[in-house]
């Protein structure tokens, strides 16, 4: 490929880029509720579109065509179709992972340096990655965002990976499971009735242990939320001024920071919520969710993941019900593989042909010793 053929190829990659991240920004400032969120996620669309029109024009200039501009790649398509179904905060943390990591892409290229997109680039991806921080509990609120607003104007609890982690683990674990009593023993109705004691059993555990784990943070954060409650009415100077150091580790000048968090202080309620956000990254409202909505989602996405090999076995016996799962089940695992590489950025066949590859060898493997242990129960 010569140079010139280099060149406009990176023209168009990085035009596709802006436009995608464009699209990507501005579908969650129409569906974000937060004002202040809204209008951060809108000017970076603005910024993005800029971006976008730069590079058009490098394209043109080099009288090359320039691709519909409603054209968005099928990851951008998802994460919005994700972030309208669930909301903004599902897919947060993916995009906030994805501009971390093309935060650097333009420091080599000159013509982007003069255009001064990295610093812009690198700037979006600190934003996103303190709202990302928010999300999680610490708190993105108030004079936090005005400060952030006002310099990106100047100027990383994954949901997600949650779901098609568990729809995995259901998968992969159901699967071999199967495979080895298959492997023992062919009749159906022995292999039907593992693979379903399999899922209820591997949802049942996992969903037990989502809830503990959620209901013990929650009662932990409860305990932190009522000494730092008791500090308050106790000691409100001494948490006033550890308000005002965490104000100016985050920029604030000292005299705005200390004026910040006296007035502050002095409503107890709005202290309390300062202080569980600030201090300990804990979002009162929420505790880190409800355990039973934790529990219900870990249960459902390890089920659905965990139906997958046993479908065939409803309606088929012997080596073609097998097969049959196999079939099914790769085609779920390329599917998860796929779905993987929203959060990676790598290539879908390579993470979904990956995928497949290691939910078959495991599968292959208990197949192996379930069929040594029948023939020695058998004799």
Known sequence: MSTEDKTNS??????????NSAALYQALAEIEKNPQLKEIYRRMGQAEEKHSIFWEAKLRASNQTVPARHT?????????????????KFVLPTISTMEQMDSHSYDIQTDARLEK??????S?????????????????????????EGRH??????????????????????????????????VAKTVLVTGLAGLIAGACSMAMGEWLSVQSARELYLRQIAVEKQEIAE?????????????QSKGLPEEEATNLANRLIHNQSNALDTLSREELGIDPAELGGSPWSAALTSFGLFALGAIVPVISFFFMQGFGAV??????????????????TLLTGRNVLFSGFRQVLFGLLAAGITFGIGRLIGAAITG
Not at 10 to 19: K, T
Not at 128 to 138: E, V
Not at 170 to 176: F, P, R, Y
């Open 10 to 19: 990176r023209y168009l990659e990085n035009w596709q880029d802006e436009r």
């Open 72 to 88: 968005l790649s099928w990851r951008t398509r998802v994460l919005i179709l994700l972030a309208k179904s669930f909301g903004p």
């Open 117 to 122: 997109l990295p610093q812009q680039e690198q």
């Open 124 to 148: 979006h991806a600190r934003l996103l990655k303190a709202i990302t921080g928010g999300s999680r509990g610490k708190g993105l609120e108030g004079s936090q965002v005005a400060r952030l």
């Open 153 to 186: 104007r100047a100027t990383g609890g994954n949901a997600l990976r949650a779901a098609v982690l568990g729809a995995n683990d259901g998968l992969v674990s159901n699967l071999s499971l199967v495979m080895g009593v298959a492997g023992a023993d062919m």
């Open 235 to 247: 000691v409100p100077d001494e948490e006033a001024e550890e308000l005002s150091l965490i104000y």
């Open 323 to 340: 097969l049959t799962s196999l079939l099914l089940s790769s085609l779920a695992l390329f599917l998860i593989g796929a779905a993987i």
